[in-house]
């Protein structure tokens, strides 16, 4: 606990305490309120002194290079002019697919490609929407949810099941549990 020490304020003349030794004032009202302050705010204007200018410019004084054209002033740094047609203008795709200096032949996974296709994502919309958005199998509600398979994706690529893929009636709402669990018990 803090030590307290008694004190009178000079502008009000209540008695209070505080916990510094040296203490004028009772609040920040009687602090900023008094005359002492207010004399002292004036006496600090008065004795501030002027800050010299920076610049050596006086007004009316015209610099060397008013209406001079400097060329390394000109323009931008990496050497456009205006009406330069750019490197790469009618260069669409010139980078894209196979033509790219990383392109490693086109060995994207068909399985990840067609989770990011939009048909993948409008399949699953639909699956959530038909089941309201809810666990078939514990009724979850306002949690993670996953779309799954019935026939497993990886049996329909695998038997060319193709149909199946973004069939509706092939997908089910399941939570993340319920899906970890409906996996592990059947192994795959």
Not at 98 to 119: E, F, Q, V
Not at 144 to 163: D, Q, R, S, V, W
Request: a positive charge; aromatic letters at 12%.
């Amino acid at each position: 606990m803090t030590k307290s020490y008694p004190h009178r304020c000079i502008e009000c003349s209540n008695d209070y305490m505080s916990s510094s030794k040296q203490s004028n004032y009772c609040s920040n009202s009687c602090q900023y309120g008094s005359e002492r302050w207010k004399e002292l705010g004036r006496n600090v204007q008065k004795l501030a002194p002027k800050t010299p200018r920076i610049s050596n410019f006086k007004k009316g004084h015209i610099p060397w290079n008013k209406d001079k054209k400097v060329p390394s002033l000109i323009g931008n740094s990496n050497g456009f002019q205006k009406g330069q047609i750019t490197w790469n203008k009618g260069k669409k795709g010139f980078l894209a697919g196979d033509k790219h200096y990383n392109w490693k032949g086109g060995i994207t996974p068909k399985n990840r490609r067609l989770r990011a296709s939009t048909d993948w994502k409008r399949w699953r919309q639909m699956v959530f929407e038909r089941d309201n958005y809810t666990c078939n199998y514990c009724g979850a509600k306002n949690c993670e949810i996953h779309p799954h398979h019935k026939i497993h994706l990886a049996n329909c690529l695998k038997y060319n099941f193709n149909g199946l893929i973004f069939d509706v009636n092939n997908g089910q709402t399941l939570c993340v549990p319920c899906h970890q669990d409906l996996h592990w018990n059947n192994g795959d």
